[in-house]
C-alpha cells in the first residue's frame, strides 16, 4: 500500500455541526501532516504530528482539533466553524520523523464546504 | 515557453513542446525542493525533488535545476503531453523546520 487515503471525499456542514476528517496511511510513516487549500492558492500548513506528537500548530483556531490515534491514523475534528474556512483539507505523510527533509506524499483531499 | 512561477500564473504552450516553469524562492536556508504537479479536484502529486548539494536533476521527461546564487528553481518537462495539464508547485523545506513551504503554482496549458 503505497498512498495516503482521505475520508470523506466531499463533506458539507452547517456552522453548528461537529464532524471529522480521516486521514490513512500503512507505508509506516512516521511524520504526518495537515494543509488548508483554498481555491487557486498553495496548501497552507496547519498541523505536524512526528512520532504521533504534535509537533506544529501554525496558528491555527481552536475549532479545528487534530488527533493521532496511531502511527497510521490522522483524524481532524471541525467545529463550530465559519463559511470561511471552505476548503481542500490534505493530508500528508513523510517516511521519516517531522524535522528532517524527505518527501512528503499527499492524499486526494477532502472537499469542505461550510454554510 | 517559459514562466515565472510567482509572476506568471499562466503558461500555455504547444503539444510536443518543452515547457519550463520557473520558481523563485527566499530561504536560502532551504535546502530540500520539491515540484508538484495538481490536477482539478486531486491532491498535489510528487514529481522531482533536488537538495541543495546538486544543481540539476533528471527524471523521466523532466529535469529540476537548481540555482542557489539567485534563489531560484525550475522544472522544465519535455515533449509535453495533454496529461500534463495541470497546477505545479515548488515546495521547500530545511532541516530543522516542519512541513513544506509552497510557492504559488503555475497553471500549464496543453494546447493541442
Known amino acids: 500500500d503505497t498512498e495516503v487515503t482521505q475520508t470523506p471525499k466531499h463533506l458539507v456542514m452547517g456552522m453548528t455541526n461537529k464532524k471529522s476528517l480521516k486521514c490513512e496511511q500503512h507505508?509506516?510513516?512516521?511524520?504526518m501532516y495537515w494543509y488548508k487549500q483554498k481555491a487557486k492558492k498553495p496548501p497552507e500548513l496547519m498541523f505536524v504530528?512526528?512520532?504521533?506528537?504534535?509537533?506544529i500548530n501554525e496558528s491555527v483556531p481552536s475549532r479545528f482539533s487534530p488527533e493521532c490515534p496511531n502511527s497510521s491514523l490522522l483524524n481532524l475534528h471541525l467545529h463550530a466553524l465559519q463559511p470561511e474556512d471552505s476548503a481542500l483539507y490534505l493530508c500528508?505523510?513523510?517516511?521519516?520523523?517531522?524535522?528532517?527533509?524527505?518527501?512528503?506524499?499527499f492524499g486526494p483531499g477532502t472537499r469542505l464546504t461550510v454554510l | 515557453g517559459e514562466s515565472v512561477g510567482l509572476h506568471l500564473p499562466t503558461l500555455s504552450v504547444q503539444e510536443g513542446d518543452n515547457s519550463i516553469i520557473n520558481c523563485a524562492y527566499s530561504?536560502?536556508?532551504?535546502?530540500?525542493f520539491i515540484w508538484y504537479k495538481q490536477e482539478s479536484g486531486k491532491g498535489p502529486q510528487f514529481i522531482i525533488d533536488?537538495?541543495?548539494?546538486?544543481d540539476k536533476r533528471q527524471g523521466q521527461r523532466v529535469t529540476v535545476l537548481l540555482n542557489k546564487t539567485v534563489k531560484h528553481l525550475s522544472l522544465q518537462i519535455a515533449a509535453t503531453q495533454p496529461g500534463d495539464s495541470a497546477v505545479y508547485f515548488c515546495?521547500?523545506?530545511?532541516?530543522?523546520?516542519?512541513?513544506?513551504?509552497f510557492g504559488k503554482g503555475t497553471h500549464l496549458i496543453i494546447q493541442p
Open positions: 500528508a505523510s513523510t517516511p521519516i520523523g517531522a524535522g528532517l527533509t524527505d518527501t512528503q506524499y
Open positions: 504530528y512526528s512520532y504521533e506528537k504534535l509537533s
Open positions: 530561504n536560502s536556508a532551504s535546502d530540500y
Open positions: 515546495a521547500e523545506a530545511n532541516v530543522g523546520a516542519d512541513g513544506l513551504t
Open positions: 533536488i537538495r541543495s548539494n546538486m
Open positions: 507505508m509506516g510513516h512516521r511524520a
